[in-house]
């Protein structure tokens, strides 16, 4: 391993190097205003190392990792992300748990894990991504100690987690057994060159079980089951870490082992990720339409996403639309969920027990803090996908790649999906926008610190999603040169 | 620029306006008004700087540099999407109809929002912008994005400063408009990768796609995801039913826009993409679009007649009198063309002059039920008065604008077709009768309510407004002549580009 090698794999390094350095502290000295200062450094160190390591060719580093501008580009994307998730968490974890230091340190290995995963061509790395990222995520869901939901909303994922890692392990085990290897790339080779007369149908449970299992982590119905429970359970800046750097990097590691794999050759492959996308769209959508709770809306609305996104994996013909609509898509819904479940965490870190996340929390927000509302108003029209918003964008490129091959019974539900989306996106904007009723409930539950922090995170989240909604040019070029 | 900085002065107006709240409750529509005026002025300005002749010449519908004023700049290059924007004697037509109905908005609601004037005025101004830019867009991803933006703010009047059904309403609109301009942005995306097959790239604008010869399974279909969300926008029976919802629960400055010229956005979409894009397919679906308006001539007059609520009537009375604009526009002869775009303007002022006075009626009723009503002329003559105007101008009264366009939209329409154009006439006497009914319940007749005598009349700024809209159909009547030059030029480049007539099958239609 070389020393440019080791610059390639930057990020990964500062992430591990941090969270040694904040295990050591904590060990030797419990004070939270170091550990968040660390904490911080740390993902802005490795944001910033980011840039070195973008300056390197594509590189294999270890069979286990390849080095390119995609990994880098998302590491980069999660490491920002976990500054805004750390930003968000400080006053949460003030008021829940004893003993808050080690969240953070949860954090950054989490973080670390989704990393791995953007690196990763290799099942190995692959496994270890994902599971550092769901172990410490499981320990995150649980931290807050004082209330039992967080606890069942671990459990449930906990077990079930497993369970769906467990399966693509499996899956991953059969599909080695079948051609010798664990490598992305050279899976494809042996896949393609294997002889006519060797029986496939062993082949496509291999692949439709590692498709279960990633779609379970990513909640695609009918893996969904766990989603709104866990959503809900969990404190809210987890929450938000949950749907976005989580959803992403398993994502995108699919999207690799798609296109490495070659996998686009399986038409039965093709119709089982087609069914459960139409069945996220339909059913997430619907769904949410009968909840009350702003996580658990959000919790479906995710679904029902990462069913447009899955709309990718079927375009065959124009794979570079499609993976230039996949990795757009992915930023903007990473921007675009943290924005909304910062909000709620800035809405409950001041309650003092339980979260309480339903819709009548937010009643007549907006002539009460009109920078948080706007703040949900922007994430929700870019959800629902309006114009000017970075959600637009990436609901065009999908409508585009999708037109490029045809989809139609994709497109008919994509379009149905985003219609029933609208309702209930618009009834929590216009929960937030009412001003007859009584808006007492927010004085009594909440005292929202509009300090500087609140201030900054809010204009950041606005300000990307509308800049990545009127000028996505600069992206969509430096996406197209990197792929 | 010009076109740019006309849309860029509503939205930085609008933000003034919001912001002055904190300084003078009042200020907001000082600011409002200011903001339209100067807009109006300075687009009447530019107007009047380009070559007098250039208005008589007929723009060819595919050569930007034909049309009076065309401006671009690249925007998302990726997809050779633009920031485009052209305007002939059409658009020109329909923004000093929405300016000026923006000034009435304005005034409509002077003295009616207590809650936020600011944020009102705001919205208003927003949704002017949106609308001035749907009339301007001419690449079909930047109208859709003017089409999919200027509902926000017509959603968030509706949604804060309606009535008492307002959620309901609100998410109606929105949610039909939406799905609706979800087809039509699949129709956009299909046109323009068949261009991207035919020509190797990218190219949203109009004047590319107009011009691109492809021969697709898919244009029927294309054309009916067009066809949808501006029939729905119109609206066209039976795309209706969101109409009287957002209407009644609306704000009087809400209805005046809604009505005024939200609608017409869908009429123009009609003639400026619909037929054009897809003109042989848009012939063959004639016959359907034009039963869809003579149904909705019809239906609209009779639900019309049987409403108790002021503004449910003449939320219905336009979905009939914007049958006629389907009619006229389907018939695609020049005549019936005309008489559609007369209907637009001229339907736009009568329709809005009833919805302020539906307003200044609830304002000082606080109810909109007819039956409650009755015998109001004793206590305000002068609203009255204007009431009767506008109610005779809507039912279509020879020498005032409405006539004009009714008469030809028929006279094209029995060219094409005689049967249809008997039953559209029918509205002519349907609109006779609830018009006339509208002012029996309300200012004539027994005194039903009881603080008859402290009722206030219209005043001088209500008068004044009133007048300018009394003088505009009056003129449309009697003189409509500028009006049709004006838009001659655009629908004679249409005609004889696309030279064809609606097919009906079977000789008997």
């Known amino acids: 391993m070389t020393a440019s090698d080791l610059q390639a794999v930057l990020p990964l390094i500062v992430l591990a190097a941090g969270a040694t350095i904040l295990m050591l502290q904590i060990s030797l000295r419990r004070d939270l205003p170091l550990t968040i200062t660390l904490t911080l450094l740390t993902f802005a160190l490795a944001a910033l190392s980011c840039i070195p390591a973008h300056d390197m060719t594509t590189r294999q580093v270890t069979p286990l990792l390849q080095a390119d501008t995609l990994a880098i580009l998302f590491s980069a994307l999660f490491c920002i992300a976990g500054i805004i998730t750390t930003l968000l968490s400080m006053d949460y974890m003030k008021h829940r748990g004893d003993e808050p230091e080690e969240y953070f340190l949860l954090l950054i290995l989490s973080t670390l894990g989704a990393c791995i995963l953007t690196y990763s061509v290799h099942v190995a790395s692959l496994l270890l991504g994902m599971e550092l990222m769901s172990v410490a995520l499981y320990a995150l869901v649980a931290y807050p100690d004082r209330s039992i939901l967080p606890l069942e909303a671990a459990s449930k994922y906990l077990v079930l987690s497993a369970a769906a890692s467990a399966t693509t392990l499996f899956g991953f085990g059969l599909l080695y057994a079948y051609t010798g290897t664990l490598e992305f790339s050279e899976l494809g080779n042996r896949l393609a060159t294997l002889p006519a007369a060797t029986n496939t149908s062993i082949l496509v449970v291999a692949i439709v079980m590692c498709l279960g299992g990633l779609g379970f982590k990513l909640s695609l119905v009918p893996f969904h089951m766990w989603t709104p429970d866990v959503y809900q359970g969990a404190p809210s800046p987890v929450t938000g870490f949950l749907a976005s750097v989580s959803k992403a990097a398993i994502f995108l590691v699919l999207l690799r082992w798609f296109i490495e794999g070659n996998l686009f050759q399986y038409a039965v492959l093709l119709e089982a990720t087609a069914l459960l996308a139409i069945l996220s769209m339909l059913v997430g959508n619907f769904l949410a339409l009968q909840q009350s709770n702003i996580k658990r809306i959000l919790a479906y609305s995710s679904v029902a996403h990462m069913g447009y996104l899955l709309i990718i994996l079927n375009v065959n013909d124009n794979r570079a639309l499609a993976s230039e609509a996949a990795l757009y898509y992915l930023i903007a819904y990473t921007v675009t969920s943290l924005a909304a479940f910062g909000l709620l965490s800035l809405l409950s870190a001041h309650q003092a027990t339980d979260e309480n996340a339903e819709l009548n929390t937010i009643n007549g927000l907006f002539w009460q803090h009109p920078l948080l509302a706007g703040l949900l108003f922007i994430a929700l029209l870019s959800l629902a996908g309006i114009p000017l918003t970075a959600g637009f964008i990436a609901k065009f490129y999908i409508f585009s790649a999708a037109v490029s091959g045809y989809h139609w019974l994709l497109l008919g539900s994509l379009i149905i999906g985003s219609g029933i989306g609208i309702y209930y996106y618009l009834r929590v904007i216009f929960t937030m926008l009412n001003h007859e009723d009584s808006p007492a409930a927010i004085n009594e539950t909440t005292a929202i610190q509009n300090g500087v922090s609140v201030k900054f995170i809010s204009f950041i989240l606005i300000g990307a999603i509308l800049i990545l909604g009127i000028a996505p040019q600069p992206l969509i070029e430096y996406l197209q040169s990197i792929l | ?509």
């Open chain 2, 1 to 509: 620029m010009s076109l740019a900085i006309l849309i860029i002065l509503l939205l930085a107006g609008g933000v003034v306006a919001w912001q002055a709240e904190r300084f003078n409750r009042d200020l907001p529509r000082w600011i409002s008004l200011a903001a339209i005026a100067l807009a109006l002025l300075y687009f009447l300005n530019t107007v009047s700087g380009l070559h007098p002749d250039s208005f008589s010449l007929s723009p060819n519908p595919t050569e930007a540099s034909s049309w009076l004023i065309h401006y671009q700049l690249d925007w998302i290059p990726r997809f050779g999407i633009r920031f485009e924007l052209a305007m002939d004697g059409l658009s020109l037509l329909l923004i000093i109809l929405t300016l000026v109905l923006g000034l009435i908005a304005v005034a409509s609601s002077w003295d009616e929002i207590s809650f936020k004037p600011g944020l009102f005025q705001a919205n208003l101004l927003w949704t002017l912008a949106g609308v001035v830019g749907v009339f301007l867009a001419l690449d079909l991803f930047l109208f859709f994005l003017f089409w999919e933006v200027m509902l926000i703010p017509m959603y968030c009047l509706i949604a804060i400063w309606g009535h008492e059904d307002k959620a309901y309403a609100s998410m109606k609109f929105f949610i039909f408009t939406q799905v609706s301009g979800l087809l039509m942005l699949l129709s956009i995306m299909v046109l323009a990768w068949q261009g991207n097959v035919v020509n190797g790239q990218y190219s949203f604008s109009y004047f590319d796609l107009l011009s691109l010869q492809f021969e697709s399974r898919y244009s029927f279909w294309m054309m009916l995801g067009f066809f949808l969300a501006f029939t729905v926008k119109l609206p066209g029976f039976p795309f209706h039913t969101w109409l009287p919802d957002a209407h009644t629960q609306a704000p009087t400055a809400g209805s005046v826009l809604l009505a005024g010229i939200l609608l017409k956005t869908g009429a123009y979409g009609l003639l400026r993409f619909c037929i054009p894009l897809f003109p042989e397919e848009s012939m063959q679906f004639a016959p359907i679009a034009m039963t869809l308006g003579a149904a909705g001539v019809v239906y609209g007059a009779i639900l019309a007649f049987a409403q108790i609520d002021f503004k449910r009537l003449v939320a219905y009375s336009s979905v009939s009198h914007m049958g006629f604009v389907l009619l006229g526009l389907y018939a695609w002869n020049s005549l019936a063309i005309q008489g559609a775009i007369m209907q637009m303007v001229a339907h736009g002022v009568s329709t809005a002059a009833l919805f302020m006075l539906a307003g200044a009626l609830q304002h000082r009723l606080h109810t909109r039920d007819m039956n409650q009503m009755g015998g109001l002329w004793q206590a305000m003559p002068r609203m009255g008065a204007c009431a009767l105007f506008f109610a005779v101008a809507s039912l279509g009264l020879p020498g005032l604008g409405n006539f004009v366009a009714e008469f030809l939209t028929l006279v094209g329409l029995f060219k094409v077709n005689p049967w249809m154009t008997a039953i559209a006439a029918l509205g002519l006497i349907t609109g006779a009768i609830y018009s006339l009914w509208l002012i029996q319940k309300t200012f004539q007749g027994e005194h039903l309510h009881q603080q008859q005598n402290t009722l206030k009349d219209f005043g001088q700024r209500e008068m004044i407004t009133m007048a300018a809209m009394m003088v505009v159909l009056i003129w449309l009547g009697l003189y409509p002549q500028p009006v049709l030059d004006l838009t001659q030029p655009v629908v004679d480049g249409l005609q004889s580009m696309f030279p064809l007539e609606p097919i009906f099958h079977g000789a008997s239609l």
